[in-house]
């Protein structure tokens, strides 16, 4: 049951295909062991992934697919609060009053806006305003602490920035000056949050030696397979490096893969293997092979048990929703009082 000492921990990812160890290492992974110590909240971003799909299967199949990944990967649902973003229609309240304290020139910096215009790419206005849902969902629930991957780091900052804003139009803030992270939080205004990265997997590489991303084609899935997973290692980029040959591990993308999923020991062993030559590339990617599979094939049984039940999924997401309504319904209340229009009963 939910303690209110924790702090709260809050996350989303879009159901846009399956979940790939970019996502597990960068965010899921993170995500379920802070819900050890904090107030876990975790959702489904249909509402964000609509940016982009047009398949009403997929979003389903998807939204599933990631519901059942985060509880394979251990996140207890009984504990932790996961629900489908789109069930809790008071987010896109805020994105609106959000909005409008939100000035283009902000949204104009978004890597997102930069990269659809640079490739010419659909900007429609949901990837116009992603950064102003983005930083309602995360404001809506009091958020401490984001688990994420680099790439999100702009965001985060932004739904920063966007609390700020807010706070200095609505609740009183001074404008200018620098914000004293260290006062403790009045209760009223809106809370910045922090992004919460870790180094060694804040981008994790994909095939290419690329950042792992479904989007670049270069991603492993979290729950590839056997066969799959085996096709995809063998698939990885390396240099010509003759077998015998000493070589540098540092540049070589299968021994970053590798130390996603070995210990200390582990790693400096292959470390010494590849200076000393005599151990090859395909060598290398079958100790990693060994190391995902045993990782991931516990969770993947997991994983295709729940897979196979949706009714429980579904309801699953929508117990979780009503939980994540009864946080939301104050910060929205609080946030209509301060605008101007009038609070409304629970429920
Ligand atoms: P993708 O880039 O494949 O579309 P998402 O945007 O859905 O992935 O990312 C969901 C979460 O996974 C985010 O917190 C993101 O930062 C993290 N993430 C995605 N790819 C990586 C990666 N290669 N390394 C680290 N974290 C990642
Ligand atoms: N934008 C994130 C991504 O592409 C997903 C996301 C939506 C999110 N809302 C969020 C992440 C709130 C953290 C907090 O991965």
């Known amino acids: 049951m939910l303690a209110s000492h924790r702090p709260r921990s809050l996350s989303g990812i879009k159901p846009t295909g399956q979940p790939h160890w970019g996502n597990y290492f960068g965010m899921i992974r993170p995500a379920v062991e802070l819900a050890r110590d904090h107030e876990a909240f975790y959702f489904i971003a249909d509402l964000h992934a609509l940016t982009s799909v047009r398949d009403r299967e997929a979003l389903r199949r998807d939204s599933h697919g990631i519901a059942a990944t985060m509880i394979a990967c251990g996140l207890d649902p009984t504990d932790a609060v996961l629900w489908r973003q789109s069930d809790v229609p008071e987010v896109l309240e805020l994105s609106w009053l959000l909005g409008c304290a939100t000035s283009l020139g902000l949204l104009e910096r978004a890597h997102s806006v930069k990269d659809a215009r640079a490739k010419s790419k659909d900007l429609n206005l949901g990837v116009y305003s992603y950064p102003v849902l983005m930083a309602a969902d995360i404001l809506l629930y009091d958020t401490d602490v984001v688990p994420v991957g680099k790439d999100q780091l702009q965001h985060l900052e932004m739904a920063r920035d966007m609390a700020t804003f807010f706070n200095v139009a609505w609740m009183g803030q001074q404008a200018g000056g620098t914000v004293d992270e260290s006062a403790p939080w009045d209760g009223q205004s809106l809370k910045r949050p922090r992004a919460l990265i870790r180094d060694a997997t804040a981008v994790v590489p994909g095939l290419d030696g690329q950042k792992m991303s479904k989007s670049y084609g270069n991603y492993i ?127």
């Open 221 to 347: 899935a979290v729950f590839a397979p056997a066969k799959e997973l085996r096709k995809r290692i063998m698939a990885i980029t390396t240099d010509a490096t003759a077998l015998e040959d000493p070589k540098n591990p540092e540049t070589c993308n299968v021994f970053a893969m590798y130390k996603l999923f070995a210990n200390a020991q582990q790693i400096a062993e292959m470390a010494q293997k590849y200076r000393a030559g005599g151990y090859g590339y395909g060598h290398a990617k079958l100790d990693l092979l060994a190391l995902a599979e045993a990782h991931f094939a516990p969770q993947r049984d997991r994983y295709e048990q729940l897979m196979a039940r949706p009714g429980e999924l579904e309801d699953i997401l929508v117990e979780g929703a009503r939980r994540a309504r009864i946080v939301a319904h104050p910060v929205i209340e609080r946030v209509r009082e301060a605008v101007g229009m009038p609070r409304r009963p629970a429920g």
